[in-house]
């Protein structure tokens, strides 16, 4: 809990810096506002800082439970392993860096998951709310 209001927090203190700096010449990804602003600029250099300091905070909070869902499914009878702990985080840091560096903008990140995310609100969620909710009631 404490670690999620401390991402809350950079990440607010990061948009405020980012809203203090480039007012309405806001680009669609942050870091190129960050190279087309100046350099020498103390807010811009705050920003940069923050953004550092968070993705540093958030990554551990992203691969705990991925590395968890990944060992249940994949290695569901097997006794803790410090070698396939450490080998599941390397593969999904690797593989998020590897797609965060190679991908043009953000914008197809948030397709891909809203796209997913909407298909699971509209037909997975309600069929679980009706099991649960409506055969309680009815029994």
């Given at each position: 809990m404490i670690a999620m209001i401390s991402c809350m927090c950079l990440y607010f203190t990061a948009a405020l810096a980012g809203y203090a700096s480039f007012r309405g010449s806001v680009l669609p990804d942050s870091l190129e506002s960050l190279e087309a602003a100046e350099s020498k600029n103390r807010a811009v250099l705050v920003?940069?800082?923050?953004v550092?300091?968070?993705i540093?905070?958030?990554v551990p909070l992203i691969n705990?439970?991925?590395?968890?869902?990944?060992?249940?499914?994949?290695?569901?009878?097997?006794e803790f392993s410090w070698v396939r702990h450490v080998g599941i985080a390397m593969v999904t840091l690797t593989v998020v860096t590897t797609v965060a560096i190679f991908l043009?903008?953000?914008?197809?990140?948030?397709?891909?998951?809203?796209?997913?995310?909407s298909v699971t609100l509209v037909f997975v969620l309600p069929s679980l709310f009706f099991e649960f909710v409506y055969v309680d009631v009815v029994e």
């Open positions: 920003l940069r800082i923050l550092c300091v968070s540093a905070v958030t705990f439970p991925f590395r968890r869902a990944a060992t249940l499914l994949l290695f569901p009878d097997q043009p903008g953000i914008r197809t990140v948030f397709g891909l998951v809203g796209a997913t995310t």
